[in-house]
């Protein structure tokens, strides 16, 4: 099982003809919303590869509609809060190369409620996930909470916020970053990979895969990325990091569940959206078995 405390955004899409630079105004060609944020991404995703995941959350009075999606994508959403604060959105820009440009209001991401999540690592068991992101309130809590049960924690350090990270890291097995990401952590605070106190890190890194850190073994697996051609890489990574976790619940040996992630979000580039475009299981097994 995966518990997930995780963010619930209301996505706007904006096809450019390419990203605005500094001062420049854009007509966009078209536009478009759906379910989104980094957590509800990663419950879709971790749900779609076979496994039960339990949502901890919050929305304002305007996002039942957000946790009916992810309630039709089998996710488990009664540790799914309502607060007075409006539900978190995002604004994606997406040129004609499928590179994308996104600014986020937080909303009720940050309104996380310790009671909820006690409630929700109730009966968990020690070979359990809980996944965290830089994108809600209560993460360090909630991290703590999970290994004093014996959880393993998986944690997406992003939106990047190295205060966050630090604080975080003591109580985490697995944490994600993108290339940027661990270069800026690098410059940050001088330390690199090998010098985290995890168990394993994931290094993602777009259309040139990801490379997968077993800091107690020292051994590096490398993952390459699936050649599709891309309409829309928004979500990717949250499409590869919950089909990682997913895999590794399942008990599945790191390079088998790291090549499905890759599969995976390879797959959700070749439609437009974030949680709408996460494939299927059975998707990916056909690309797989292709």
Request: aromatic share 6%; hydrophobic share 45%.
């Amino acid at each position: 099982m995966i518990i997930n405390l995780g963010s619930i955004n209301a996505d706007y899409f904006y096809d450019l003809p390419h990203l605005p630079g500094p001062g420049e105004t854009l007509a966009a060609t078209r536009m478009a919303s759906g379910l989104g944020g980094k957590g509800a991404n990663q419950s879709v995703a971790a749900a779609l590869a076979g496994v039960e995941v339990r949502h901890i959350g919050c929305v304002g009075p305007d996002g039942a509609w957000a946790v009916d999606r992810l309630r039709e994508f089998g996710v488990d959403v009664r540790h799914v809060r309502v607060s007075d604060t409006p539900t978190a959105h995002a604004i994606v820009m997406v040129d004609e190369a499928g590179e994308n440009q996104i600014v986020i209001y937080p909303g009720a991401n940050q309104e996380q409620d310790e009671r909820s999540i006690a409630e929700a690592l109730e009966g968990a068991r020690s070979d359990d996930w809980l996944m965290l992101q830089n994108e809600t309130s209560h993460q360090v809590d909630a991290a703590r909470l999970a290994r004093e049960k014996g959880l393993n924690v998986a944690y997406s350090a992003a939106p990047f916020d190295v205060q966050a990270i630090e604080s975080v890291l003591p109580f985490v097995t697995l944490v994600i970053m993108n290339e940027v990401e661990a270069q800026q952590y690098a410059d940050e605070t001088g330390r690199v990979i090998k010098d985290l106190p995890v168990s394993y890190v994931l290094i993602t890194k777009g259309k040139d895969g990801a490379t997968w850190h077993d800091l107690n073994s020292g051994k590096v697996l490398e993952v390459s990325a699936f050649k599709v051609d891309p309409v829309d890489t928004t979500g990717a990574g949250d499409t590869f990091a919950g089909y990682a976790i997913a895999g590794l619940a399942q008990g599945l040996p790191a390079d088998i569940a790291l090549k499905q992630a890759s599969a995976a979000a390879a797959l959700s580039t070749t439609k437009k959206g974030t949680a709408d475009a996460i494939p299927t299981l059975a998707a990916v097994k056909a690309l797989l078995g292709s």
